[in-house]
């Protein structure tokens, strides 16, 4: 079972908001029982029940409430029986309250009774609260304040005394209801913004596929018709005995194999990874979902093509493992060279996440380390001290070994590395990779993201299109 530091901050929020209401409603439950204990009316004969009545009408109500606050947010509902059961039991609870009215004086009574109505209506009303309009709630409190009012006119009640019971009870039903409502509404907000903010991914990713399918229909889409054209003035040709239906063949083979060159450069754009590309891309699509997203890096384009493209890989895939898993507040991305070593390191303040995803398809934390490992680098991801988790790629500088990364990353203090201002500033295409970077692993560019969007592809051709 996950801690309190392990649970996202929608967890938390519906652990709160139903905590909250859980717990009011069993203080009035405790306070229902306590007067029949040690309050002026604990010597009346029906006084011992009221313990009994009191815990069976806190657990009806409490199950009640849970299955109303599902049925507010729209993930259940509330079957009759549970409904009456309620009904009932509150019924119980009013009629004992009334029946201790009698206890002696009412003088004496009578504020040990407003506490016992008022606690015995409000648990139940405010569940109910949770099913019903608000102009509803309302008629069905003044009819049972009413009804109230009116029997305790008839056991001999004073009017002052009736004024001051009854405000006390409706006050008490009206906030309570009230409480349950507007904490439960907080709680549907949230959920509605989560699910706004994983449609916004689902519309993103659409939108990166029509313009996918816009590049190759305009790659594509003209050369294949000359090619059919061609094709079929050739067929008439040899059909004719005609020498030129060799020539026109000659002509399909050479667009079919700029055809297949310009698929090959769409889908490079998908498919390689440019660093400066990914940090931009990261920054926007972090920052559009409400992380804040600080970025501390200059030079990268002195790195070499084979290098910058594994790092852009890692920021790609870490910034989705924070959009998917985590519920973080921030993130920082740090590109610095220490050690003989280009480090980048993406740290976010949650740690309740898995790590990378460990898919083979050359995404994930497996994936990751074969493009790292063609040049010359390796990868280390975990939590680090303050609920913080940090992913970290080190590329070395020069043909030797590369020391081995602890499991956090670094040192406990967070501590991101230097700022790189100074150690990018000279030699270009520096960092040569002990070997290229290959084809390892097809992959999609991408990878699921929360709410069951589909992937993130980070960057593309035209500077950080992403999913917001």
Avoid at 325 to 351: K, Y
Wanted: with cysteine; hydrophobic share 45%; net charge neutral.
């Amino acid at each position: 079972m996950k801690g309190w530091s392990g649970r996202t901050g929608l967890a938390k929020v519906n652990i709160y908001c139903r905590g909250t209401v859980y717990f009011v409603q069993w203080s009035m439950v405790v306070g229902y029982v306590l007067p029949t204990l040690v309050g002026p009316v604990r010597e009346h004969r029906l006084a011992l029940a009221g313990p009994v009545v009191g815990i069976a009408l806190g657990l009806v109500v409490h199950r009640l409430s849970r299955r109303a606050m599902d049925a507010y947010l729209g993930r259940g509902t509330v079957s009759r029986s549970l409904l009456w059961s309620g009904v009932a039991v509150t019924a119980v609870a009013l009629a004992l309250a009334l029946s201790l009215a009698d206890a002696g004086d009412p003088a004496e009574t009578s504020t040990a009774v407003a506490y016992l109505i008022g606690l015995a209506l409000a648990p139940f009303l405010a569940a109910h609260s949770l099913l019903v309009p608000l102009r509803t709630t309302l008629a069905i409190q003044f009819t049972v304040l009413t009804g109230v009012w009116a029997t305790l006119l008839a056991m001999g009640h004073t009017r002052p005394q009736l004024i001051g019971i009854m405000s006390f009870v409706g006050f008490l039903t009206l906030w309570m209801a009230f409480t349950a409502c507007a904490t439960t509404w907080t709680l549907k907000i949230m959920w509605e913004l989560r699910e706004a903010r994983d449609v916004q991914a689902r519309l993103a990713v659409a939108e990166e596929r029509l313009r996918f399918g816009r590049d190759l229909h305009d790659v594509l889409g003209r050369n294949l018709a000359v090619v059919a054209l061609k094709s079929e003035l050739a067929v008439q040709l040899a059909r004719r005995g005609r020498a030129e239906a060799v020539d026109q063949m000659v002509e399909v083979q050479r667009i079919a194999q700029d055809s297949q060159r310009e698929v090959r450069e769409v889908v490079r754009g998908y498919r390689e990874a440019d660093l400066s590309v990914e940090l931009d891309g990261a920054r926007s699509v972090l920052d559009a979902a409400g992380i804040t997203c600080t970025v501390v890096a200059d030079g990268v384009d002195r790195l070499s093509a084979e290098v910058r493209s594994a790092l852009g890989w890692v920021v790609r895939e870490a910034t989705t493992n924070v959009l998917r898993h985590g519920d973080a507040q921030r993130c920082t991305i740090s590109v610095g060279v220490r050690d003989d070593a280009v480090v980048l390191v993406v740290e976010n303040d949650r740690a309740d996440a898995p790590a990378l995803r460990k898919g083979g398809d050359g995404s994930g934390l497996a994936g990751l380390r074969e493009r790292l490992a063609a040049v010359g680098g390796e990868l280390a991801a975990g939590a680090v001290r303050g609920g913080r988790f940090r992913v970290t790629a080190r590329v070395s500088c020069a043909g030797g070994s590369v020391s081995p990364l602890p499991v956090d990353g670094g040192p406990s203090s967070g501590a991101l590395p230097p700022s790189p201002h100074a150690s990018i500033a000279g030699g270009a295409e520096f960092c040569s990779p002990r070997a290229s970077v290959g084809e390892v692993g097809f992959g999609r560019p991408g990878a699921s993201i929360a709410g069951g969007a589909d992937e993130y592809v980070g960057g593309g051709a035209e500077g950080g299109e992403g999913v917001a």
